[in-house]
């Protein structure tokens, strides 16, 4: 089977972004609001959150042991996208109808567009991912089903460590936490948690690349351009197409958004009312103080009371997933008490594509969201008050108006209209992506 991209659903307004007209005179909303960023950045202003562009490879955070190079990238986008890597699959009937852009996928923002990503054992697609489901003649016991919500991979390039609880990456914010690495040998290597996820990500989830893939598949000459310094014997296998692929996921970049031609100079880039929620993001509403920088997102984790997938009947939970430990977030890597309930800040970007918020799937909202926090009410019972964040009890009191303005800066200006120009017009076996399945194949118009 052979298939199209992913279907990208534009917003109301994206279809006329092409006839605004560039206008690098700012006004005094865009003055205001630039004295705003100087004073939250001891003066560097835009620069301090501009994101690169994605073949700016000197200027992408990067892993040393992992350099970005254009022949990397191109083979990791293929790979990321390839659903013959689905190749060892539990249930037979499974092969190659999976890859790691089911759970993240463009037209979902690069997560999976559902509640609980689905690898193995999943079935259709829907628009963005909403559609997919469990295949009900399968075990439950062998579907590839996630204990927490699938994250996107924009702007990973800006952390470096991976996983809501961080436990992927053995530098900077783990170093002294190698006692908890046992089943993570890849840290002790001194892999970033980018180069990690994409190591450790084949095995959990059942992807295989090896000499006989490359081969079957057409990817030998790929392999051999990405890494010709890595002896023939050793150079298509599991860790070439990890570094590849996460290579790739470090390009993968939301900077086309409104928010970023704002802080280049394109004033007409975002409407009064998001440069009004812009103000508001970096000022009373106290967003910027967790979600920082270029990617939005700073490297610390913060226990802010929300649910986890028991708190109701949309998700699937085995028992041998750990799943007391998932609902610790940090703590339940690091072992430590004060460590419970946190769990990493997430990028902000391209969040009303996927339409599922909290580390738990418990918010169907961007809005809801936002209220939450300025609530401050905990919904999960479970979290001891005093191991709730500062930032989500010091409760700032916003007017119906201004809350709209907030929640119009986060899904309009942040969204980058563009994904799509990160996903291969086509993969090198043929198949349908980013699943493989009949039902997707359907969904996906593949032919």
């Known amino acids: 089977m052979s298939c199209e991209k992913d279907e990208y659903i534009p917003l109301d307004n994206e279809a006329n972004d092409t006839a605004i007209k560039t206008n690098t005179t700012p006004s005094d909303l865009d003055i205001k609001l630039l004295n705003k960023l100087d004073s939250v950045t001891d003066g560097i202003g835009p620069a301090f959150f501009t994101l690169p562009n994605s073949d700016d490879y000197a200027n992408i955070p990067q892993d040393p ?65 909403e559609g997919r489901a469990f295949n009900n003649i399968i075990p439950v016991a062998d579907i590839d089903i996630q204990p927490i919500r699938s994250p996107t991979i924009l702007n990973v390039a800006y952390q470096d460590v991976m996983l809501w609880n961080g436990q992927f990456g053995g530098t900077g914010t783990n170093a002294g936490t190698e006692a908890n690495w046992t089943n993570i040998p890849e840290n002790f290597i001194g892999f970033q948690g980018v180069e990690v996820q994409a190591l450790k990500g084949q095995d959990v989830h059942r992807l295989l690349v090896n000499r006989d893939f490359a081969r079957d598949f057409g990817y030998r000459r790929m392999f051999n351009e990405a890494f010709p310094d890595v002896p023939r014997e050793e150079r298509f296998t599991r860790e070439t197409a990890g570094l590849a692929i996460a290579a790739y996921e470090r390009t993968v970049l939301p900077n086309q958004s409104p928010w970023q031609r704002w802080l280049k100079g394109d004033y007409n880039a975002l409407t009064n009312k998001e440069k009004r929620g812009a103000r508001l993001f970096f000022g009373k509403a106290k967003c910027f103080k967790c979600h920082t920088g270029p990617a939005l997102n700073d490297k610390n984790f913060y226990a802010l009371g929300m649910g986890d997938f028991d708190d109701s009947g949309n998700a699937i939970v085995l028992d041998d997933t750990g799943f007391p430990n998932v609902k610790r977030g940090r703590g339940g890597f690091t072992k430590k008490p004060r460590d419970y309930y946190k769990f990493k800040t997430p990028t902000l970007y391209n969040l009303i594509d996927n339409g599922i918020f909290g580390h738990g799937g418990t918010f169907t909202s961007v809005r809801d969201v936002v209220e939450y926090k300025l609530n401050g009410i905990p919904e999960n019972n479970e979290v001891p008050q005093e191991q709730l964040h500062r930032l989500f009890t010091d409760i700032q009191e916003l007017t119906e108006n201004q809350i709209s303005n907030l929640v119009l800066f986060i899904e309009n200006g942040l969204r980058d209209p563009n994904l799509m120009r990160y996903v291969p017009d086509q993969i090198n076996s043929g198949n349908c992506f980013p699943n493989n399945d009949p039902a997707s194949q359907v969904d996906l118009g593949c032919s």
Do not use: D, W
């Open 65 to 129: 042991l992992n350099p970005i190079t254009l022949k990397k990238v191109a083979l990791g986008k293929l790979l990321f996208h390839e659903t013959a890597t689905g190749g060892n699959p539990k249930t037979a009937s499974n092969m190659a109808t999976y890859s790691c852009a089911s759970c993240h996928h463009a037209a979902a923002g690069f997560s999976s567009g559902n509640r609980q990503g689905i690898g193995e054992g999943g079935i259709g697609f829907g628009v963005k991912g």
